[in-house]
C-alpha cells in the first residue's frame, strides 16, 4: 500500500476511535472507507472518504458532525464524511451505496445480529405506523386505502421477521413472500394460512392500488389488518425492545 493511502488509512482509523469515545458510539452501526484510498492512486492531497451509518435518524449524524468538527482541531487529515439511514443499506438502495459497501474497506461494524435487531425494530415501528393509518382508513370506509395500507405494514413486518434469519433482504413484493414462506411456513414456524393469507393480502394490494374498478369490501380490508397485526405481534415479540 502506498504511503498516502496507508497514512489516509490511520487517520480515518483515528477518528473513528475518536468517535467510539463519546456516547454516539452506542448508536454507530458501520464505518468504510471509500474512494481513491481504497481503490488506490490516492496522494497526500486527496480527501479520505468515510461513509458512516448509524442505527438511526438525522440526530444520530448531527452528533456525528459535532464528532468530526472536534476532531478536525486534533488533525489536519481532509476527512470527508457522509452518513447513510440502516434503511439504505439493507439492501443498498442504490448504485453508489452498493459500490461502497461491496468495494468499501470495513474500519467498524457493530456485531451483525444488533445491527439486524436494530433494522427489524425500525421496520415494525413503520409497520405499525402504517397500521394504524390503515385502521383510520377503515373506520372511514375507504377500504382500498385500508387494503393498501395493510398490506405494507404486513410485507414491513414480513420483511423484518426475515432480517432476523438471513443477511439481505429482497427488493421485490413477489420474493419478499415467497421468501417468507420459505423460512417460516416451510419450517412449521408459522400456520400454513398465514402464508395463504400473505399471498392473497399481495394480490389484493394490486387491485386496491391499480385497479380503478376493483372493488374492495369491508371484510377484505379487515382481513387484511387482521394479518398485519398478527405478524407484528410475532415480530415485536422476536425482535424485543
Known sequence: MRMAESGALREASRFVDFLLSRPVAAKVAKVLVFGS????GATADSDVDI?????NGDAVAELIDDALLDFHGQSA???????CALSEILPPTDYFLFNVM???????????DEIKRAAARDLAALAREYLEASEEALERGRHRLAADGGYNAA???AKALILLKVDDLPGSHGR???LFGSLYVQSGEVDREIGRQLNTALRLQNLARYRYDAIVSRQDAEAVLSLAKQLLARLESQAGP
Open 37 to 40: 484510498v481504497v481503490k488506490g
Open 176 to 178: 419478499i413472500v415467497q
Open 102 to 112: 461491496r468495494y468499501g474497506k470495513e474500519i467498524y461494524s457493530m456485531p451483525q
Open 77 to 83: 487529515a481532509p476527512l470527508e464524511v457522509v452518513t
Open 51 to 55: 461513509l458512516i451509518v448509524p442505527l
Open 155 to 157: 410485507e414491513l413486518a
